[in-house]
Nanobody, 114 residues
Framework: VQLQASGGGSVQTGGSLELSCVAS???????MDWWRQSGGKQREFVAR???????DYSDPVRGRFTIARNNAENTMFLMMNTLKPDDTATYLCNMWLEDGRPIWGRGTLVTVSS
């Protein structure tokens, strides 16, 4: 099983980006997350979407980011608005398999300049 994140780039403060995460298998019935990691910091939870479409967000991104999924295309999205320099990080997606194991994809770099 592989996950491929894309859509990162460089934007100015206040800008927007949309990230995608494509899975090599069906995502039906599986919860999926976005996480981020910058510098020497610990990996930070960003957002989650359950198999039923219930969403959850970390406090720093709530109200600015929106997580979504398209099961037919085995794809998860992260729409990021009103970006801030603190959002600069490598964004990683993961998928929780039926047995509870997480599968991590390669990240995509988001850089927000002031």
């Amino acid at each position: 099983v592989q996950l491929q994140a894309s859509g990162g780039g460089s934007v100015q403060t206040g800008g927007s980006l949309e990230l995608s995460c494509v899975a090599s298998r069906s995502i039906n019935g599986l919860a999926m997350d976005w996480w981020r990691q910058s510098g020497g910091k610990q990996r930070e939870f960003v957002a989650r979407i359950t198999s039923g479409g219930i969403t959850d967000y970390s406090d720093p991104v709530r109200g600015r980011f929106t997580i979504a999924r398209n099961n037919a295309e085995n794809t998860m999205f992260l729409m990021m608005n009103t970006l801030k320099p603190d959002d600069t990080a490598t964004y990683l997606c993961n998928m929780w398999l039926e047995d509870g194991r997480p599968i991590w994809g390669r990240g995509t770099l988001v850089t927000v300049s002031s």
